[in-house]
Nanobody
Framework: QVQLVESGGGLVQTGGSLRLSCAAS????????MGWFRQAPGKEREFVAA????????AYADSVKGRFTISRDNAKKTVYLQMNSLKPEDTAVYYC????????????????WGKGTLVTVSS
């Protein structure tokens, strides 16, 4: 079992920044890639970013490249998502995810989800 707890969401103006955190625990957590997905109202859940615990290999959705940065702290087993230059279209519930492979970066490739944290970007 893997447990994921997100924090750091909130309300921010266009152009602002937020940092999300995901505290991960569980016996098998190190065997997963860690990532973030998001779901806006009325839309499907979509991939945002992912990272490997070991060498820090990363992947990003095109929509966030250059604005968002994913990182991890292996000692704390925590994953971060630094979000800069936020836009209203970034408004969504952001979910931390334990991902089986960087080849399948869709919800089907996720074994565990956090409960989500809401990010609202005002225009």
């Amino acid at each position: 079992q893997v447990q994921l707890v997100e924090s750091g969401g909130g309300l921010v103006q266009t152009g602002g920044s937020l940092r999300l955190s995901c505290a991960a625990s569980g016996r098998t957590v190190s065997s997963y890639y860690m990532g973030w997905f998001r779901q806006a109202p009325g839309k499907e859940r979509e991939f945002v970013a992912a990272i490997s615990w070991s060498v820090g290999l990363t992947a990003y959705a095109d929509s966030v490249k250059g604005r968002f940065t994913i990182s991890r702290d292996n000692a704390k087993k925590t994953v971060y998502l630094q979000m800069n230059s936020l836009k209203p279209e970034d408004t969504a519930v952001y979910y931390c995810a334990a991902i089986r492979s960087l080849v399948v970066l869709t919800p089907l490739g996720v074994d565990y989800w956090g409960k989500g944290t809401l990010v609202t970007v005002s225009s």
